[in-house]
């Protein structure tokens, strides 16, 4: 239990408490003075541990965002400490480090000073060097980048929190979900001409029939026009010749092959349809045509030994795709794996954080030597070992749309089920956000209220 003098900062406080495994269960009391610097005390076991940080605040907005940063800090300190344990990001919980690298960069002229105070590993802080370097020239373009949620899949993967749904169970609601995405596009013409990006996620867009797939393609491939236009088509096992062949004839120029292993007891494991050899038949089917291929793995999985791991990263380099990108498991609530855990023990078993590490430092090598840059990346809570997800590309393959959702930037018009658009106001340092329904259904049944909302927002 957790209790502060300054409650708005109890959440963010929280946040740096669950990153150690057993941390929720202390009795920690915090409380900040400002005579001082950034002076946070806390008191645990019955000892007070003081924490001093110089460190001047140009504006209240900047003073708020520091007195969070070293709040955070000094409890990392505390607790780092407390169990002998280092994280590789430190005390950094947001899921964006990057963002918060550009902003130091502006305000000191670099960012590694503060990031190695905040305790990120000086592996992760070149890391992040990296990944701005490969922005250079791609970010802060004006325009808006458009979305197309498409929620259904051939089943659903153990790890998976994603609101998505069977398609054999949901097939009924298909008709109408295309009926409306047809009608939420229409009404989201007047971002036409201004288009950095259009992406077609899910969700599986390939589970889609080719009639339906032609659908989706046909109302969004006006917004690309000559933009760069991504279709996550997914699972290997829905793959065809007939739907890569439309992808080619609406103007898609990247597609993603989500493999996540290579290894067939894995894709067992996690409850995936198709083996290893679905994948190369799948990346085989690609080569025929001109599109970037990104290809997707996950550190961590259900079982998967460190050589299985390292066995899929060298398999994806040598098909040579475009893009890699690789995944921590990360276990929200509504993934099955995690829910099963949790009805067995109370608790979800962590993983090996010291093969998870070795898994992460391999890919890295291994792309790297490929030829391969990390062009973005993002944390999420519930990550295994506190790692990251990397996106890797070879030189001239970056996807702006990743870096532009990434970072923020850009704004980003989605339409369909679950799908979150973002006006993004940068003189102003704010972002508006308004998300559709979740349930296919609801969605449905609210059109005209969700696109009277976003044209408000953009009008």
Known sequence: MLSSTREKLVPELMDVVRLFEGAEELEIAHDMKRENGFENVFTLGGREYRYVDKDEAKT??????????YAKLSLYRLLSEYYGKRLPWGSLTG??????????RER?????PMFSKLGVSEENTELVARVLAAQEGILGGEGIDLYVSIPFCPSKCVYCSFITAPIEKTRAYLP???DALERELEASRFAMGNIRSVYVGGGTPFVLDPPDLERVLRAAAPFARGAEFTVEAGRPDVFSREKLDLCKAYGVTRICVNAQSFSDRTLQAIGRRHTAADVYEAFEMTRDY????NCDLIAGLTGETLEE???????????????????????????RLKEERLEKGGAVRPLDGGVLADMIAYSRRTLTAAGYEPYYLYRQKYMAGAHENVGWSKRGHACVYNIDVMEETCDNLAVGANAVTKRVFLGEGRIERYGSPKDIPTYIQKLDVIVGEKNKLFR
């Open 95 to 104: 899921i964006r480090p990057t963002r918060l690298a550009y902003r130091e």
């Open 290 to 293: 001109p599109f970037d291929v």
């Open 108 to 112: 000191t002229g670099d960012f590694r």
């Open 309 to 335: 791991f390292c066995g899929s990263v060298d398999a994806a380099v040598a098909l040579s795709p475009e893009n890699v990108t690789v995944h921590t498991l990360c276990l929200k609530r509504g993934a």
């Open 176 to 178: 109408a979900y295309l």
């Open 60 to 69: 209240p907005l900047e003073e708020k965002s520091l007195e969070k940063r």
